[in-house]
Every structure is written in C-alpha cells, then in structure tokens.
T-cell receptor, first 114, second 109 residues
Framework: GAVVSQHPSWVICKSGTSVKIECRSL??????MFWYRQFPKQSLMLMAT?????????EQGVEKDKFLINHASLTLSTLTVTSAHPEDSSFYIC??????????FGQGTRLTVV | DAKTTQPPSMDCAEGRAANLPCNHS???????VYWYRQIHSQGPQYIIH???NNETNEMASLIITEDRKSSTLILPHATLRDTAVYYC??????????FGAGTRLTVKP
C-alpha cells in the first residue's frame, strides 16, 4: 500500500513549549489529510480534517488555536501543539488519502509533555 | 456513517483461521465496509474493504452478508504477528474514517 511517514516517532517536551509533528505522503498526492489522537487503551479520535490549500475542519471540542494544522502541499501536513501541557500527552496519528481512495496511516508520534 | 458493533476481544490459535465479525445493521446502500488493524503503538494498517461482493487480497478475505447488515474478516492462517486491534468501519466514500472500540485479537501459540 501507499506510504505515509510521520516525524518524529516520539518527542518529549517541557510544559508550555510548542511541538510540531510532520506527516508526509511519500508516493501519492494527499488531497486530504486527517489527524487523530489516541489515549492509552482507547480508540483513535479524529481531531481534524484538512484539504490541501484550505483551512482545517476541527472536530467539536478540539481547540483550533491550540492544535494548529497546516496542509500547504499535496505531500505534507503539519500539526503544531502550542503551549503543550501534560494533559496533551498522547499518541498522535495522521492519515492521508488521494481523492476518495482508502486512507493510509502514519506510524504515529508519541508526545510526552513533562 | 453507520455504526458498527464488534466483540471486544477474541482469541485464535496460531495457524488457524481467525474470523472476526462485525454488525452494521443500519448500513445504507452507498456505504462501504472497511477493515483496519492496529498493532500496539503503531498507526492503523489498511486491510481490505468492500461494498457488497466478497473481497480477497493477500492479507485477508472479507465476507459481506447478502443483506449487508454484517460482515466477517477472515485471516486464513493466523500468526503471532496478527495479534492486534481490528477495526470495522462503515463509511460513505469520501467521508472521514471514524474508529470504534474494535476487537482485540490475540493469536496464541
């Protein structure tokens, strides 16, 4: 299947700092990218959907000013967690798809805020 | 998108077929059935999807009942590496992918 790469795989940051996570589609043009968050022993929760060149659409309860999403090209989307706090510690996962095809997922980024 | 119901957990002996059920009784005519799996601490992996016909690929087979209200994912010869959480998702093409609780499959030696 298609390859979606996330970077970094894990990151530890201090409370109050910002962290940027990258999501790249390596062998296809991702017209739509999705960002999910997964807490321990829970399922993936959709945070936002972004189409290339457009503003992201956030799910209810997800603060758009805290979780900044940029999808400036057909192969790259970034999620920036601003002013991170310990409760933001989680497993963040992106996925990408071309048109209406099935979505492929990155390997995830484990964020720990200390 | 239609809601799905899956058993929370299942066990399977290594080398045997693993049959994972999914109920989607409110599925509508233009909704596809997708299966993904998530191995611990990794992103979900696409397995297979279908609309109404049975599908098979190198990973698994998908059997969809005639009324489309349920489906079964079949891993023909389960290995220890197939231990994962399996998600059945029903969605209209083009909609986002939303995950339920899934089935935790444990393949035992």
């Amino acid at each position: 299947g298609a390859v979606v790469s996330q970077h970094p795989s894990w990151v530890i940051c201090k409370s109050g700092t910002s962290v940027k996570i990258e999501c790249r589609s390596l062998d296809f043009q991702a017209t739509t990218m999705f960002w999910y968050r997964q807490f321990p022993k829970q399922s993936l929760m959709l945070m936002a959907t972004s189409n290339e060149g457009s503003k992201a659409t956030y799910e209810q309860g997800v603060e758009k000013d805290k979780f900044l999403i940029n999808h400036a090209s057909l192969t790259l989307s970034t999620l920036t967690v601003t002013s991170a706090h310990p409760e933001d510690s989680s497993f963040y996962i992106c996925s990408a798809r071309q048109g209406f095809a099935e979505a492929f997922f990155g390997q995830g980024t484990r964020l720990t805020v200390v | 998108d239609a809601k799905t119901t899956q058993p929370p957990s299942m066990d399977c002996a290594e080398g045997r077929a693993a049959n994972l059920p999914c109920n989607h009784s409110t599925i509508s005519g233009n909704e596809y059935v997708y299966w993904y799996r998530q191995i611990h601490s990794q992103g979900p992996q696409y397995i297979i999807h279908g609309l109404k016909n049975n599908e098979t690929n190198e990973m698994a087979s998908l059997i969809i009942t005639e009324d489309r209200k349920s489906s079964t994912l079949i891993l023909p010869h389960a290995t220890l590496r197939d231990t994962a959480v399996y998600y059945c998702i029903v969605r209209v093409e083009g909609n986002d992918m939303r995950f339920g609780a899934g089935t935790r499959l444990t393949v035992k030696p």
